[in-house]
T-cell receptor, first 115, second 108 residues
Framework: KAGVTQTPRYLIKTRGQQVTLSCSPI?????VSWYQQTPGQGLQFLFE???????NKGNFPGRFSGRQFSNSRSEMNVSTLELGDSALYLC??????????????FGPGTRLTVL | GQQLNQSPQSMFIQEGEDVSMNCTSS?????WLWYKQDPGEGPVLLIA?????ELTSNGRLTAQFGITRKDSFLNISASIPSDVGIYFC????????FGKGTMLLVSP
């Protein structure tokens, strides 16, 4: 079974631009979560989508948004990029089985650099 | 907010040594997850724990869910060079909270 895939793997943008990252979950997984990883803050939760609906949201500004499609694929968008948005963006998928048996499996991440 | 304290921050050991790291939480939760992350890759799930007191092994790795439900530890026995990486504890359901990670370096 293929794992979680993320595209692109690397991205360089300049301040003020916007960016869209894509995530394809493991086949059959209906929940997709996004995380931001930086050396200073570690891994921080951005948002979670389930059945095309945002189910949970972390403490990030409105410039960060996402969506999920009917095939469970997800995208996240960051508008008006800032230098501090440089990070590894990780997507994780899960079966969303009955709590607590709900392990999340991560993709390789998209490394975003904002210049 | 929820806080996870993970220690130690880093470890430098000799191949063959045993390693222990732990996470403590400011509140009770029902799931502990341990992940390993290699450079440039996403975290890989190692062990999942669901019950207080639960002890689970995965090869040379053993993890336990503390009976107070506020802590967990991960042991690695007979370390090898490929154990190098960052180990994260995490807890939660659909929104995971992570510790800051323990960086493990193994000298051959």
């Amino acid at each position: 079974k293929a794992g979680v895939t993320q595209t692109p793997r690397y991205l360089i943008k300049t301040r003020g631009q916007q960016v869209t990252l894509s995530c394809s979950p493991i086949s059959g997984h209906r929940s997709v979560s996004w995380y931001q990883q930086t050396p200073g803050q570690g891994l921080q939760f951005l948002f979670e989508y389930f059945s095309e609906t945002q189910r949970n949201k972390g403490n990030f500004p409105g410039r960060f948004s996402g969506r999920q499609f009917s095939n469970s694929r997800s995208e996240m968008n960051v508008s008006t990029l800032e230098l501090g948005d440089s990070a590894l963006y990780l997507c994780a998928s899960s079966l969303a089985r009955q709590v607590p048996y709900n392990e999340q499996f991560f993709g390789p991440g998209t490394r975003l650099t904002v210049l | 907010g929820q806080q996870l304290n993970q220690s130690p921050q880093s470890m430098f050991i000799q191949e063959g040594e045993d390693v222990s790291m732990n996470c403590t939480s400011s509140s009770i939760f029902n799931t502990w997850l341990w992940y390993k992350q290699d450079p440039g890759e996403g975290p890989v799930l190692l062990i999942a724990l669901y019950k207080a007191g639960e002890l689970t092994s995965n090869g040379r790795l053993t993890a336990q869910f503390g009976i107070t439900r506020k802590d967990s530890f991960l042991n690695i026995s007979a370390s090898i060079p490929s154990d190098v990486g960052i180990y994260f504890c995490g807890r939660g359901y659909s929104t995971l909270t992570f510790g800051k990670g323990t960086m493990l370096l193994v000298s051959p």
